[in-house]
């Protein structure tokens, strides 16, 4: 994933949706075009800290976005 750095840093800044994890983490997602394996969602798995900002813990590629939302979503880009 590091050739997606920029990526995943705008997708944890400016997603499409934010999703509940199964242990208190959250899921930024945003859907790209042009990644390397085709058009997808590109999700950042974070946790928040005790301060403003958090930290991402993984970040990972999907076409399914029911699975990765299947704890909820937390909020929505209008």
Known sequence: MKPYLTRILETAQTPD???AGATGE???IKWFDDLHVGPKYL???YRKAESKEGF?????????LEKTCKRGV????S
């Open 17 to 19: 949706l934010i999703a």
């Open 74 to 77: 937390v909020w929505r880009k």
């Open 43 to 45: 999700v950042a798995v």
């Open 56 to 64: 991402i813990v993984t970040a990972y590629v999907t076409s399914d």
């Open 26 to 28: 959250l899921k930024a």
